[in-house]
C-alpha cells in the first residue's frame, strides 16, 4: 500500500487505486511466546484500469514504468480500530519484499510475518460485539514507517497509513457446525469421586484460504443463570485436541469435557420462579426447541500464555440444537388400579369432589444410546390428560410428587438400554371435564361387557440421582394406554343377602331399617365409597331409598357391610306412591313373591352426579325378604329337615316384629 509514497501526491493516489493483491493462501506456521508466525503467499499488480482520474492514471503508468520495481525495508505495521477509541487491535512485523510496479505485471509475494495482539480490552470488546451481533461495520486502520528505496535509489522512509472497512456479507461469521458423535461415560476423578464425561465430535466448514493448527486448548462450558450478579453458571471443563486447518475444508473437531458436579445455582428456582436454570435448558432442548450454552477459554498448558489470556476474556455464544425426546417414553400405563368415589359433601368443582386413582404407574424410557451413565429415578410425576375414543374424559392430577424406583435394562437385542420405572400413587384427583364422556365410558364398564381402553398424554417430571449430583428433568412427554377391565362380569354374581336387620325409627308414613348387608364383587376393582345412595323402587313406585357411608369393597366376598334404608313411599310419590306402598305391603304381607329393584340417580354420589346417572340404566332386581320370628326349642323341624319357610330370614330379632306391625298399622 505505500508504493505511491516514494513520489508526490499524484503518485500517492495513482497507487491506492492501481493497487491489486489477491491472497492465495494464509497459514500459521506457528504460536510463539507472543504471538504467531503467519505465511502469506498471493499475487501483487498494479492495474491502471482501476484509476478514474486520466491524469492520475497516465501519470502513474508513466512513473511506475520508470522505477519498474520498488523494495521495502522491515517494518511494523500496526493495526488500530478508529471506531473503538483508536485502540491497538495488532501488530505485524513485515520483512522487506521486492515487487514490479509496472501496469499489469504480477508479482509473487511469499512473506512470513510476526503478529502480536494488540491490547486486550479492546480485542474482547471487539469480539463481544461481534459475538452479540451488534457489529455491523469494522474499519480498521493500518499505519506503518516503511523505507522505500528503487533500484539504487533511496526514497526514505514514508510514513503509511491506510483504512480498510469490512461490512455487511464481507464480515466474517461463526461457521455452522454438526455434532457427528456424543457419548456420555461416567469416569473416576481424584478423591475417589465420579463425574460425567461428555466425548464430543463436531464438523464444519472452513470457507476461508487459511491453514494452521490450534493446539489443544482448555476451556469452561457455562450455562445461562438468573442471578443479576453472575450471568453464567460453570457446569463443565473442556478439553479440545489438536485441530488441523485447511484452507476451504472440512474440518473435524474432537473435544472431551468432565461434569464433575451438578452446581447448587443450576438446579434452585430463580427468584420469583419456580423453574431453575436447568429446567429452562433442558425444557428449550426436549422440546427440539435450539439452547445456547456458553464457552470460555481457561488454562491451556500446551498454549502459549497469551492465547489462554485472550481466550478467557471472551465468551463466545454456541447455538445447540435441541433434540424433542417425544419418544423417549416408549410407555406410560396404570397398573392395580384402586378407585374412590368422592366425599359427598365436598364442594363441587373441588379435588374433593373428584374420583380418585390409587395405583402403580408403569414408565418405560428408551435411554438415548449415546447416555452410558447409570442413573436412578427416585421421584416421578405427571401432568395427564385422559381420553376416550380421541375425546378428553378428564384431568389426572399427578402434580405430586412420588417415591420411585429405577431399573436399568441392557440393550439385547435392541438398538437402546431402557429404564424401567415404577411409583406409587396414592389417591390422585380424577378431574372429570366431559360428562357425556364419562357417561360412556361408565356404561361400556358395567354394561357393555368388555374393557375399556383410555389414552394417556402427559408431561412427565423425574428426579434423577447419578454420580455427579442429583437433578430434575421436567416435561418429558408420554403417552400411554390404561386398560380398564369390564366392572360386569355378571352382575347376576353381586347375589346381595342380609345377614341382620334392626328398626331404628318410624313415623306415621316411614320407617329406618339398619342392615349387615353380604355381596359378592363381581369385579376385579376395588374402591372406598364414603357415600353412597340408592333408590328402592317396586313397578316404578319410588318405595324409599338406602345408604351406605365409608365402605371399603373389594373383589370377591364382601360382608357385614352396614346399610340404612328409608321407607318413605310419599315423598317422591304423593297419594299414588303411598297407595302402590300399601298394596306392595299387602302382597308382601299375604305371603306373595315380590320383588324390589334397586337403582341410582343423581344424587347417588352428590358430588358427582354424573356418575349416578350414568350408572341409572342398570337395575338390580331383588326377592324381598320375608318376615319371620326365631324358632323356639318346640317347634321342631319338618320332616325333611327344612324349614316351612323358604325365603331368606330377613330379621333375627323377635323385638323387630312388633315394631313392624304397629308401623303397618298407622300406614
Known amino acids: 500500500m505505500g508504493l505511491g509514497f516514494f513520489a508526490p501526491a499524484v503518485m500517492e493516489q495513482y497507487s491506492k487505486e492501481a493497487a491489486v493483491f489477491k491472497p492465495t493462501k494464509l497459514s500459521v506456521d506457528s504460536f510463539t511466546a507472543t504471538g504467531v508466525r503467519a505465511r502469506v503467499q498471493g499475487t501483487f499488480m498494479l492495474d491502471a484500469s482501476r484509476v478514474e482520474a486520466n491524469t492520475v492514471r497516465n501519470l502513474g503508468r508513466l512513473g511506475t514504468w520508470m522505477a519498474r520495481k520498488i523494495e521495502t525495508g522491515e517494518s511494523n505495521v500496526r493495526v488500530h480500530l478508529p471506531d473503538y477509541g483508536d485502540v491497538l487491535l495488532g501488530t505485524a512485523t513485515v520483512p522487506g519484499i521486492v515487487v514490479s510496479i509496472r501496469n499489469g505485471q504480477a508479482t509473487d509475494v511469499d512473506v512470513m510475518a510476526h503478529v502480536e495482539p494488540g491490547e486486550a480490552d479492546g480485542i474482547r470488546t471487539i469480539a463481544n460485539d461481534w459475538l452479540e451481533g451488534k457489529l455491523e461495520r469494522l474499519r480498521l486502520q493500518g499505519k506503518a514507517d516503511v523505507r522505500l528505496k528503487s533500484g539504487i535509489f533511496s526514497l526514505g522512509t514514508q510514513s503509511v497509513s491506510e483504512n480498510l472497512v469490512f461490512e455487511g456479507q464481507d464480515l466474517p461469521v461463526l461457521p455452522k457446525f454438526n455434532i457427528t458423535r456424543m457419548n456420555f461415560t461416567e469416569v473416576s476423578l481424584p478423591g475417589h469421586q465420579k463425574g460425567m464425561a461428555a466425548d464430543v465430535c463436531l464438523g464444519l466448514t472452513n470457507s476461508y484460504p487459511i491453514k494452521f493448527i490450534i493446539p489443544s486448548l482448555a476451556f469452561d462450558i457455562l ?146 444410546k449415546e447416555m452410558n451413565v447409570p442413573v436412578n429415578v427416585s421421584r416421578v410425576r405427571a401432568d395427564a ?94 403417552k400411554g394406554k390404561v386398560v380398564v377391565k369390564p366392572i360386569s362380569r355378571g352382575f347376576g354374581n353381586f347375589s346381595p343377602k342380609v345377614g341382620s336387620l334392626e328398626i331404628l325409627d318410624t313415623t306415621k308414613t316411614t320407617f329406618t331399617l339398619q342392615a349387615k348387608i353380604n355381596f359378592t364383587n363381581p369385579t376385579q376393582y376395588s374402591a372406598m365409597v364414603p357415600y353412597f345412595d340408592i333408590r328402592l323402587i317396586n313397578n316404578g313406585t319410588i318405595l324409599g331409598h338406602a345408604t351406605a357411608k365409608n365402605v371399603s369393597v373389594k373383589p370377591g366376598e364382601n360382608e357385614n357391610v352396614v346399610v340404612q334404608a328409608v321407607w318413605d313411599p310419599l315423598t317422591p310419590g304423593g297419594k299414588k306412591g303411598h297407595d302402590s306402598a300399601r298394596e306392595f305391603l299387602s302382597q308382601y304381607l299375604s305371603g306373595k313373591n315380590t320383588t324390589l329393584v334397586i337403582k341410582t340417580y343423581n344424587g347417588t354420589i352428590p358430588s358427582q352426579p354424573s356418575l349416578g346417572t350414568a350408572l341409572s340404566s342398570l337395575e338390580i332386581e331383588l326377592p324381598t325378604p320375608k318376615l319371620s320370628t326365631p324358632k323356639t326349642p318346640d317347634d321342631g323341624d319338618d320332616g325333611d329337615g327344612g324349614s316351612d319357610d323358604d325365603g331368606p330370614h330377613f330379621i333375627k330379632d323377635a323385638t323387630v316384629l312388633p315394631t313392624f306391625i304397629n308401623f303397618l298399622h298407622e300406614f
Open 223 to 368: 450455562v445461562p443463570s438468573c442471578a443479576q450478579t453472575d450471568p453464567y453458571i460453570l457446569l463443565a471443563d473442556a478439553t479440545s485436541e489438536v485441530i488441523h486447518i485447511e484452507p476451504q475444508a472440512e474440518v473435524q473437531v474432537n473435544a472431551s469435557g468432565v461434569i464433575r458436579e451438578i452446581p447448587d445455582m443450576l438446579t434452585k428456582a430463580c427468584p420469583g420462579s419456580h423453574s431453575s436454570p436447568l429446567d429452562s435448558l433442558l425444557g428449550k432442548y426436549l422440546h427440539g426447541n435450539e439452547m445456547t450454552i456458553y464457552v470460555r477459554g481457561g488454562n491451556s498448558p500446551g498454549a502459549p500464555r497469551w492465547i489462554s489470556d485472550l481466550l478467557a476474556s471472551v465468551i463466545v455464544p454456541v447455538p445447540f440444537p435441541g433434540h424433542t425426546l417425544s419418544n423417549l417414553i416408549k410407555n406410560f400405563t396404570l397398573a392395580n388400579v384402586h378407585f374412590s368415589l368422592p366425599d359427598p359433601m365436598a364442594e363441587p368443582g373441588t379435588p374433593e369432589a373428584q374420583p380418585k386413582l390409587s395405583a402403580i404407574v408403569k414408565v418405560l424410557v428408551d435411554l438415548p
Open 385 to 478: 390428560e385422559v381420553y376416550y375414543h380421541g375425546k378428553k374424559l378428564g384431568h389426572l392430577d399427578l402434580k405430586k410428587w412420588q417415591k420411585a424406583n429405577s431399573t436399568r435394562v441392557d440393550a439385547q437385542g435392541r438398538e437402546t438400554p431402557e429404564l424401567r420405572i415404577e411409583a406409587r400413587v396414592d389417591e390422585a384427583p380424577l378431574h372429570i371435564t366431559n360428562d357425556g364422556v364419562f357417561t360412556e365410558v361408565v356404561q361400556a364398564l358395567v354394561f357393555g361387557g368388555r374393557g375399556v381402553l383410555l389414552d394417556i398424554r402427559a408431561d412427565v417430571d423425574v428426579k434423577v440421582g447419578a454420580s455427579f449430583g442429583k437433578f430434575a428433568i421436567k416435561g418429558i412427554p408420554a
